[in-house]
């Protein structure tokens, strides 16, 4: 198993991505990593942080794609910055998933199209972590990629979502809501009611009925649909929550779960290979966890399951 | 200055009610109630209470419309219901206000059916408060009314949203923020591109670009719009926040702003007349509150301002 990542993404690149490969090497993982970034600065940091040598590949490349860059022109104008390299790398299968906590638009524009929508999948999305009261976690999806869809791209980020759940979160079985603003079937938006049908009707999935608004963080469905536009906002909204927590000093489990950044990064759910996405703040932990996630989407095979799903 | 008060509205009807209007009273406010509901139930809870009944005018009513029945069915087969008989007065001119604890649906039905929108708005709105963590309160909408909207209803929502403020909320040049995934013009979807600009050349508001979920619960605008669906979801997930709160026994002056009760009731903008929605879960203080912020909206001639604004 070879694992890239991107060295020169996020706001405190390249340090914490290699505070983040020490702690994965710290819990005895033994997956082979290829790193991209400039690689006199990386080996220089490899070696005061004690990390062998021999677990990593390191690939050179001059080019850094900043966070407020635009996505395409940017993926155009920098054919060697390390995105741009990982995918290639990732695209040829010299590395079997690829990681960044840089600019999210162009990770999404290499997951789009060098590695591409799975056949069959209409529209590729991200997911979201929601803390649960009970400790649990639930999993939101669109989280902001698509922000106008169609009832048919609800019901694949079910299968998508449910899948995810299963195999990484573990949860058995999960339970899908379809996030809306009442409890009967009928209610709600156009985009709504048009979708609760069709997912009633997917077997491959555990649908439940509609959720509303405060049962987001209570443990009633294990996956939540919506499009990516309510999506968004609700992840922010939580998002913000721990700062106010942090800053009045609040100490509480619950509320502890809303440090996104322990959830280090959320996958690409759709496209065809594994990539990963991590938050501009990623601090070691982030990076630690993204590889973890990384390794664990290889391990359980998560794309062959997709595939298998889409392609039957 | 007459308040009509449905006093059969609400889980707890109609005993909360009448505490609230003793609390109105020991505020030493002055309005004339008129109170509709069952006559000898009501008479002897306001003699109970010790409120003095020449303050209040009592309309006996013989029919309940339930918490779940169906607005349009319910108002239609029952004439002598609190909710109709009480919109009835307001609509001729015997009550200045109207308030109910009751079924939102009805209560929705009753304002555009026998009170109606103002001449020129397409789509009357119900708002919601935002806690801030600075203390102060934000104004959401539409909080659930209208789930699909159009670019232009988001401005109506808008130029209401900041008159509310203004007068009730007492805020000079209410800051009006669109709710969206992005920061820059150009961002979210297509509902909320086409606002934008919109928005921007409305010149009766003033328009400080978009906001996303992580400035809700901040002091960045004072009005903030956007669709019924998103409203609700971002309302509903507030209003779970409380009992998190309370449960886990954390003591803190900002998130003891998530009990939404405190706010009362809140008003259906766009039509005619003064109409006042309460939770179902009302207690006093919520009644309360809800006959203050009537008697405010007609101290300030509410509606004799938007109808003003959107006649001219």
Same mark, same amino acid.
């Given at each position: 198993?070879?694992?890239?990542?991107?060295?020169? +993404?996020?706001?405190?690149?390249?340090?914490?991505?290699?505070?983040?490969?020490?702690?994965?090497?710290?819990?005895?993982?033994?997956?082979?990593?290829?790193?991209?970034?400039?690689?006199?600065?990386?080996?220089?940091?490899?070696?005061?942080? +004690?990390?062998?040598?021999?677990?990593?590949?390191?690939?050179?490349?001059?080019?850094?794609?900043d966070m407020h860059e635009?996505?395409?022109?940017?993926?155009?104008?920098?054919?060697?910055?390390?995105?741009?390299?990982?995918?290639?790398?990732?695209?040829?299968?010299?590395?079997?998933?690829?990681?960044?906590?840089?600019n999210t638009g162009a990770m999404m524009v290499g997951s789009l199209f060098s590695i591409k929508a799975i056949e069959g999948i209409h529209r590729p999305t991200?997911?979201?972590?929601?803390? %649960?009261?009970?400790?649990?976690?639930?999993?939101?999806?669109d989280a902001g990629i698509n922000s106008d869809c169609k009832p048919e791209n609800l019901v694949q980020f079910a299968i998508l979502g449910s899948l995810f759940a299963e195999q990484v979160l573990n949860i058995p079985n999960? %339970?899908?809501g379809l996030i809306n603003i +009442?409890?009967?079937? +009928?209610?709600?938006n156009i985009l709504a009611q048009a979708a609760y049908p069709l997912l009633k009707e997917e077997s491959s999935i555990n649908f439940i009925g509609n959720i509303e608004g405060r049962d987001i963080f209570l443990d009633k469905a294990d996956v939540m649909v919506c499009e990516?536009?309510?999506?968004?906002?609700?992840?922010?909204?939580?998002?913000?929550?721990?700062?106010?927590?942090?800053a009045r000093g609040i100490k509480d489990p619950f509320f502890d779960m809303f440090e996104?950044?322990?959830?280090?990064?959320?996958?690409?759910?759709?496209?065809?290979?594994?990539?990963?996405?991590?938050?501009?703040?990623?601090?070691?932990?982030?990076?630690?966890?993204m590889i973890t996630l990384a390794e664990l989407m290889i391990r359980k095979d998560l794309l062959g399951k997709i595939k298998e799903k889409f392609t039957t």
């Open positions: 198993m070879n694992i890239g990542l991107d060295m020169m +993404g996020g706001d405190y690149a390249p340090l914490e991505a290699i505070k983040g490969i020490k702690l994965f090497r710290e819990a005895n993982q033994d997956a082979h990593l290829t790193l991209f970034g400039d690689a006199e600065l990386v080996n220089t940091l490899l070696a005061e942080h +004690g990390i062998d040598q021999n677990t990593c590949t390191l690939v050179h490349t001059t080019q850094v794609i635009h996505p395409t022109k940017a993926m155009r104008e920098k054919p060697d910055s390390s995105i741009s390299i990982g995918f290639q790398h990732l695209a040829k299968g010299n590395v079997d998933a690829f990681i960044s906590a840089g991200i997911g979201a972590y929601m803390p %649960r009261e009970n400790g649990k976690l639930g999993w939101l999806l999960p %339970r899908v +009442g409890e009967e079937e +009928g209610k709600g990516g536009f309510t999506g968004n906002v609700v992840l922010k909204l939580a998002e913000s929550v721990y700062p106010f927590i942090q996104f950044e322990q959830y280090g990064g959320v996958p690409v759910l759709g496209v065809n290979k594994p990539v990963i996405i991590g938050h501009g703040i990623s601090h070691g932990k982030a990076f630690k966890n």
